[in-house]
């Protein structure tokens, strides 16, 4: 764990420079728009450790897979996102000297991530090994305006000389992937050009095919003034620069601004990218670099109008659930259904930048309420329009009859990650998919949604499991066996509880989906019927007879559902008298040993619970909270969201806001040590939760919003917005009872500690405690 950020209300701040925190602040100070990102790299030049990440999302490469031996059904492929040409590179050398700031003295340094207007900004004064004193000032943002521009300023000033300081901004598309099986390039050339106020490069990836164009427009200031000095074009390689020497007064600085535009053939036809490329150019370059970060602000101010979370008395929590609201927004603002969220989005390469059940199970709730509904509903779509490589990847496995298994981990509807144990086994992603859309029609009314896309995937879905079942002659009921739950500390078990409860429920689900489907739309019903060749009746009569003679292990003794057959099997140790050398346990034991011991990496029994409250009394939970809670190591960082909403659900204050600090915090105290690999953006959504959800205690019920919130000792108040059917609410929960701020044009109808209060147009109302 560490502790370097600055606590600030709006921004993320570092105040000195440690080359040891450099590749974590990389991914922290991260940059993102939706459409493309970066991690925090400097302009200069850089020798020391620093992880290099410019990313456009929906490009990737399906390197091939490398295992030393083969079985049937094996994915071939593991796609990446790629790692793309570097735009950020201002280089700079002073009267011969580079600029490396690895080989500098530093003595004072401070980058900020502006959270609020969404730039980050680097100042610093250091020194080179000659001794000469530079000050520097760098701004940069990625446009959420025009989501294919982005602008660096970039300032200098010689401190304790005159001279020569060339200036070379350049793009670099000779860039190699971190992950890379076979150490390979994933990028060719297609075409280059460099001229006095800029440049571009063409890349395509390998195999893919995808072109992406990647320019920069230069202008240039000296003492406040515009210069149009001699440039140098240079053209090497994959790379375009254009190197502008300027004579350089002591105390006097020269500003560079760097617009640069990244525009890819999934917009685009090929032919058309660079004169595209030239117009976003010219075009952002004429409104200019002030004008940019206006509007950035005005955007960003717009996000926050609906997302932001106040917390009173805790500036370290209010800096945390900011951060965590920033890096979603960044990653994903739903304008394209063919766009998903990586685990890590734009801040690193692990996960290969796929879709994970994480978007299901954790960034829905987060979207359907902080969100236009049209961008979960874009999420859904993306599953939806990759159904039929999903029944593929089902056939491929032996399953028939139009039965779909999605990917655990996919880029473009095929599976393309290669631990057997996870693609084959880890399919309880099936459920989250189904659930997500269950969510999506519970939270915005909106079942035509059903007749016109869910149903079909539903269907789909309940064939999978209908034959993933088996009947077993022993017990003369249903098990599942051969599955890893969410709990990827065991694999190829049987009967894992979360498993089975997805599979069941998603059949009953489709039922219902069915009938509703039948009564709402009816020639929808026939069409889709006749599509996909269901056989209602046939169909629909083995859903019910898995259902009623499904198997779940329970143990009586201490009255928990079991998370699998063998797992009383294990040696019961609680994970609080586990050495804390040994921790976290996937650095520190063996595999196998992980795998026979009782230690769970994440909610797996509990995540059916939080799913499937409901059902559930409290008792019921809280014994299945006190049992598996204790053997959990959380060693995913998707699990303490969960327990901090059941542990709220249970009246248990303290323990909610103790899981709630291990999710808020994880990137900015790099909790788990691995944040230097990118941020854990999908986790970032279970933060807002155990805000809404846990504190919150927000549920949708029967169509309302219903609140059951408390806050926690150490804040004075903290409030949420949250988008509800066309309304929009702002929730503040102070020691003196739950306000409630319609912001809307008509009248809201909640639910607050069990009484239904109805809210008034653009009206409050306080409900005590
Ligand atoms: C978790 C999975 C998750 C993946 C990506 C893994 O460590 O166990 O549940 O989908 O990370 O976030």
């Not at 990586?342 to 979207?367: H, I, L, M, N, R």
């Not at 204790?630 to 909610?656: F, Q």
């Amino acid at each position: 764990m560490k502790n370097y950020i600055k606590a600030d209300e709006w921004s993320i701040i570092e105040e000195s420079f440690d080359p040891h925190h450099h590749q974590i602040s990389e991914s922290i100070f991260s940059l993102g728009n939706g459409r493309m990102g970066q991690r925090a790299n400097f302009e200069e030049a850089y020798s020391g450790q620093s992880l290099l990440g410019n990313y456009v999302a929906g490009v990737y490469y399906p390197d091939k897979t490398r295992v030393g031996w083969w079985k049937n059904g094996y994915p071939e492929y593991f796609a990446k996102v790629l790692n793309a040409a570097n735009w950020t590179i201002i280089d700079i050398n002073l009267d011969g000297e580079q600029l490396d700031f690895d080989k500098c003295v530093v003595s004072s340094f401070r980058r900020e991530l502006n959270m609020k207007e969404g730039y980050l900004k680097r100042n610093f004064e250091a020194q080179t090994t000659s001794g000469k004193i530079v000050k520097v000032e760098a701004i940069r943002f990625c446009s959420m305006v025009d989501d294919e521009a982005a602008a660096i300023s970039y300032t200098i000033t010689p401190v304790n000389f005159s001279g020569t300081i060339t200036i070379t901004p350049a793009i670099d598309g000779d860039i190699a992937n971190k992950d890379s099986n076979y150490d390979e390039k994933f990028w060719d050339e297609v075409s280059k050009a460099s001229q006095s106020d800029g440049g571009y490069v063409v890349m395509r990836t390998k195999k893919t095919g995808f072109e992406v164009a990647t320019g920069m427009k230069c202008s240039i200031a000296q003492n406040g003034k515009p210069v149009q000095p001699q440039v140098k074009p240079v053209v090497k390689e994959k790379y375009v620069a254009s190197v502008i020497e300027l004579q350089a007064q002591q105390g006097q600085a020269i500003s560079i601004i760097k617009y640069v535009a990244n525009l890819s053939s999934q917009n685009y036809k090929p032919e058309d990218l660079v004169n595209q490329l030239n117009e976003t150019l010219s075009r952002v370059s004429q409104k200019g670099f002030d004008t940019m970060l206006a509007e950035q602000a005005a955007a960003w101010a717009k996000k926050w109008e609906r997302n932001d979370i106040i917390i009173e008395g805790d500036v370290s929590a209010q800096q945390a659930i900011r951060f965590n609201i920033f890096q979603l927004n960044q990653t994903y603002t739903g304008e394209d259904d063919r766009l998903n969220i990586g685990p890590k989005g734009f801040t690193g390469e692990k996960y290969g930048g796929s879709t994970y059940w994480d978007t299901e199970a954790y960034c829905v709730p987060f979207y359907l309420a902080t969100a236009p509904q049209k961008v979960t509903r874009n999420l859904l779509l993306y599953r939806y329009k990759q159904l039929g490589e999903a029944i593929e990847n089902a056939t491929l496995l032996g399953f028939k009859n139009g039965a779909a298994l999605y990917p655990m981990v996919t880029m473009d509807g095929t599976e393309c990650h290669n631990e057997w144990e996870i693609t084959f086994e880890e399919i309880h992603r099936n459920g989250a998919i189904a659930f997500a859309i269950f969510n999506y029609v519970r939270y915005t009314g909106d079942e035509a949604y059903l007749a016109d896309y869910g149903l079909e995937v539903l269907v789909a879905i309940a064939r999978f499991w209908s034959q993933r079942i088996t009947w077993s002659q022993d017990k003369q009921q249903y098990v599942m066996l051969g599955v890893t739950g969410p709990n990827e500390y065991e694999n190829n078990i049987n009967n894992n509880w979360y498993t089975t409860t997805m599979a069941t429920w998603c059949m009953d689900y489709t039922m219902q989906v069915i009938e509703k489907v039948k009564a709402t739309a009816h020639e929808k019903y026939t069409a889709l019927a006749a599509k996909i060749n269901f056989d209602e009746a046939v169909e629909t009569s083995r859903y019910k007879h898995i259902i009623e003679k499904m198997y779940y292990g329970y143990d009586e003794k201490q009255q928990v559902f079991l998370q699998q057959d063998g797992y009383l099997d294990k040696e019961q140790i609680l994970v609080k008298d586990l050495p804390a050398a040994d921790r976290p346990l996937n650095q520190k034991w063996s595999w196998d040993r992980i795998l026979r011991s009782c230690y769970i990496k994440q909610a797996d029994v509990l995540q059916g619970i939080y799913f499937f409250e409901d059902r559930y009394d409290t008792e019921t939970i809280r014994r299945n909270f006190n049992f598996y809670e204790p053997r959990t190591v959380h060693e995913s960082s998707l699990s303490p969201c969960v327990h901090a909403i059941l542990a709220a659900k249970l009246g248990d204050e303290a323990r909610a806001y103790e899981f709630y600090l291990r999710t808020a915090r994880l990137d900015l105290d790099d909790y788990n040590n691995d944040t230097e690999d990118g941020c854990h953006i999908t986790s970032m959504a279970g933060t807002w939760m155990s805000v809404v959800e846990g504190f919150g205690g927000m549920r949708v019920r029967d169509g309302k919003l219903l609140f059951q919130p408390f806050i926690p000792e150490k804040w004075t108040s903290f409030s949420f917005h949250i988008g509800f059917r066309g309304s929009l609410l702002n929730v503040k929960v102070s020691k003196d009872g739950v306000q409630l701020k319609n912001l809307s044009e008509k009248p809201v109808s909640v639910i607050v500690y069990n009484e239904e209060q109805s809210v008034g147009a653009n009206s409050e109302l306080l409900v005590k405690g």
